[in-house]
């Protein structure tokens, strides 16, 4: 792994895709565990979150069906923006198992909504599965259930996640560099 520049910025190798991987082992596994005879829903949050949802579905050996969404984002009047809206949710989910996959948890702005969204839907239980976690950015109460890697507050690419379009082909994780 060596330095990348993406746009106007620089990036240096983070966490290796080897690492990434055992990371990903382990949330598997839980879910393997937790799972066994639920049939769970799996739904992967577009577009950063399907680099996460193929690694983690082909080591899962419970029955599981797989879908996506992707949360539309309403940047009206204020200056924050909001998300508040799943597209391309078909799946009946009432009365289901659902485990949300997502890329990275930051602030957890991405996580109320879509958690405000699933409920709507009367879910028989929802968890949240997130490839990355930044706990230092995170604002929200709503518990984490399976973190593959905990990383600190700055900016990734890789493995799915982007800087404005670029980057999700790296494998494993790289950091934005100081400069
Ligand atoms: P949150 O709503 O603040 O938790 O942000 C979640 C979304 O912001 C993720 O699904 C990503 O699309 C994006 N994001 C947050 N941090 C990063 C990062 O370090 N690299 C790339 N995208 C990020």
Do not use: W
């Amino acid at each position: 792994m060596s330095r990348v520049r993406l746009h106007d910025k620089e990036f240096e190798p983070y966490i290796s895709e080897r690492d990434v991987a055992a990371a990903i082992d382990k949330v598997a596994a839980d879910l393997n565990r937790d799972f066994a005879g639920k049939r769970p829903v799996l739904i992967g949050v577009l577009n950063g979150a399907f680099f996460f949802a193929a690694e983690l579905v082909k080591r899962l050996t419970i029955e599981c069906e797989v879908t996506f969404v992707k949360v539309a984002s309403y940047h009206g009047t204020r200056s924050s923006g909001k998300v508040s809206d799943l597209i391309g949710l078909s799946e009946r989910i009432e009365g289901r198992h659902v485990i949300v996959l997502e890329d990275i948890v930051d602030t957890g702005g991405t996580v109320r909504h879509i958690m405000d969204a699933l409920r709507d839907h009367h879910p028989a239980s929802v968890r949240i599965a997130a490839l990355l976690f930044k706990p230092e950015a995170y604002k929200q109460d709503i518990r984490i259930d399976h973190v593959a890697l905990e990383i600190p507050n700055a900016f990734v690419v890789g493995s799915g996640l982007d800087h404005d379009g670029l980057g999700r082909n790296l494998p494993g994780i790289y950091t934005i560099t100081a400069s």
